[in-house]
């Protein structure tokens, strides 16, 4: 219920946030264009469901354990030496360096991907970058943080205008100019490569194939295509068809974009908001590897950070789980057992049940 309240608290202070965001950021709404309100609306919309999601995961056991060492080890120094039972590491503020290789690593070159496959890293590579450029590109737009306006009298000069600050100017003429008002048709170009690398996969991995389901892992593509292929459409209506058709593109491509901004939280697109966590879980690898070990009760073989062995044993008490049992040393915990040996005692388990 706790979780509850602190959701909807969270998903309203994003709306909030988002609502100020768009007031100041426009100039008191001078430069919001009514036309796009609908996108706004779906942005707001979706602040609060990112923000009511966000929080109730972020509250469960694990998360909340990764996010707590994450700040936490954040002005950590790790050691350098290999692991012992040396004393802990001395807190320094030291996490900057590491906060922003984690993110290089995780968030520009999504290594986590590219060490499952080169064709999937590349597939990822387009889908993301092609939907981030679109985003940074569209939301400045929609809420009024960017516009052009023509340079003095010049109708072939444009002025670009960032929170009421002149960022740059250009002739229409330019390739600047090009670049820019086409920076939408490269990002879906990007995001359609990206599409036609993710079907493909999905429909010729035999792994995939046998476990992937169609609200997961297809409707997620599928709402991306309607995206995309409705954002071309407006292009191919103005650029090819004299405007023909381009009032009804403009409202599915509206209808398209709101139904994926507000299908992101409760899908698996959410995970570009629960990547956050990998950055606490880089740092939390970091540091742990170089504090106090833990060492197997049965084999004496130093197998983790102590610091990992007692968090899992809180977060699994939290999950209502209890893995203590007595042994020849009192009370003692199934995570002070290494893997290895949790599998010979499984198996020597298992030969005591049935008689060998
Ligand atoms: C996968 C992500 C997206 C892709 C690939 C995409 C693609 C496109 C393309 C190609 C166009 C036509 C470009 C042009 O007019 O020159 C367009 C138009 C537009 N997009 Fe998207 N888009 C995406 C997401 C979004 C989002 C998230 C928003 C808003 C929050 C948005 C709002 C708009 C608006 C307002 C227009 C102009 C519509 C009009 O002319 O009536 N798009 N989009």
Known sequence: MRSRSAALIAGAALVLATLAAIAIGSGGMRHFDPALTGYALGSLMAAFAVGYRFTVWAQR???????????????????????????????????????GFALARNFVAQEFIRRRGLVRWMMHLCLSGGCTLAFAITFPL??????????????????????????DSFSVHSVKAFVMFNLLNISAVLVLIGLVMAAWRRLTDAGERAT????EDIVPLLLIFAVTAT??????????????????????HMVAVVSLLLYIPFSKLFHMFQRTCSLCVSRYKKVGATGPRAHCIRCGEDFASQMHVDDLKTVLDELGFNYRFSGAQGEVHYQDVCPACRRGLLALNQGRTIGR
């Open 231 to 252: 954002g071309l459409a407006l292009t191919v209506s103005y650029k090819f068809l004299a405007g023909r058709g381009h009032g009804l593109w403009a409202i599915v």
């Open 61 to 99: 056991p694990p998360s909340r354990m990764y996010f707590k060492r994450g700040l936490q080890l954040l002005f950590r120094r790790a050691g350098k030496s290999a692991p012992t039972e040396k004393p802990a590491p001395i807190p320094v503020p030291h996490g900057a360096g590491t906060l």
């Open 212 to 215: 992937q389901t169609f609200t």
């Open 142 to 167: 929609v809420f009024g943080w960017i516009h052009f306006e023509p340079l003095g009298g010049d109708a072939e000069m444009y002025r670009v205008v960032a929170l009421g600050v002149n960022v």
